[in-house]
């Protein structure tokens, strides 16, 4: 089955900035999702197909993918950008929705 | 803006059944997939099933085919997921979510806020 690992911590000052990978095989080849989960609440879908960012989300979230290795980057953190981050991709194989492992991000 | 509103979690033994209703207000879910996914306490997202705009087609997670159903009625804007044999690993909270868009591929978009199911004796 397909796998997506994300690292599971990352500490970042405020104001800096926060690069979240998200790492599966050829997983450039594929259109990655971010979903930001802050504690007690739903998912949120921060970006879609790779950089697309729905309506409401800061212009200070973007991404990239190429590779093996797909990107959220956080400009200028804030506090409240402090949450649970999950990659998501549909496996084509397998006919699976697969998340990612989870990054937790400490400002 | 569509919301989505699950219901009928709670406590159930090992080897019992639970329904779980996802219901839509604010526009119709008959035009989008809609998947269920899950969260056990202090891990990560995992997802269960997803049905198609029509009913037509599902698919469901190697850890509940055989055990979960997830039908919907598109003439009451509701999906469910029939949980069947559930084990202590079902324990989680129960998301339902609406795919954005027409392909396999898009995004989850509009998420509820969880339903809980705690399976134990």
């Known amino acids: 089955s397909y796998v997506l690992t994300q690292p599971p911590s990352l500490s970042v000052a405020p104001g800096q900035t926060a690069r979240i990978t998200c790492g599966g095989d050829s997983i450039g080849r594929k259109s990655v999702h971010w979903y930001q989960q802050k504690p007690g609440q739903a998912p949120v879908l921060v970006l879609y197909?790779?950089?697309d960012r729905p309506s409401g989300i800061p212009e200070r979230f973007s991404g990239s993918n190429s590779g093996n290795t797909a990107t959220l980057t956080i400009n200028r953190v804030e506090a409240a950008d402090e949450a649970d981050f999950y990659c998501?991709?549909?496996?084509?194989?397998?006919?699976?929705?697969?998340f990612g492992t989870g990054t937790k991000v400490t400002v | 803006e569509m919301q989505v509103l699950e219901s009928g979690g709670g406590l159930v033994q090992p080897g019992g059944s639970l329904r779980l209703s996802c219901a839509a207000s604010?526009?119709?879910?008959?035009?989008?997939?809609v998947s269920w996914v899950r969260q056990a306490p202090g891990k990560g997202l995992e997802w269960v099933s997803t049905?198609?705009?029509?009913?037509?087609?599902?698919d469901d997670a190697d850890s509940v085919k055989g055990r979960f159903t997830i039908t919907r009625d598109n003439s009451k804007n509701t999906v469910y997921l029939q949980m069947d044999s559930l084990r202590a690993e079902d324990t989680a909270v129960y998301y339902c979510t609406k795919r954005r868009g027409g392909f396999q591929s898009d995004a989850f978009d509009i998420w509820g806020q969880g339903a809980v199911v705690t399976v134990s004796s």
């Open positions: 049905i198609s705009a029509n009913g037509g087609s599902t």
């Open positions: 197909d790779d950089s």
């Open positions: 604010g526009s119709t879910f008959s035009g989008y997939a």
């Open positions: 998501q991709v549909w496996d084509r194989s397998s006919d699976h929705y697969v």
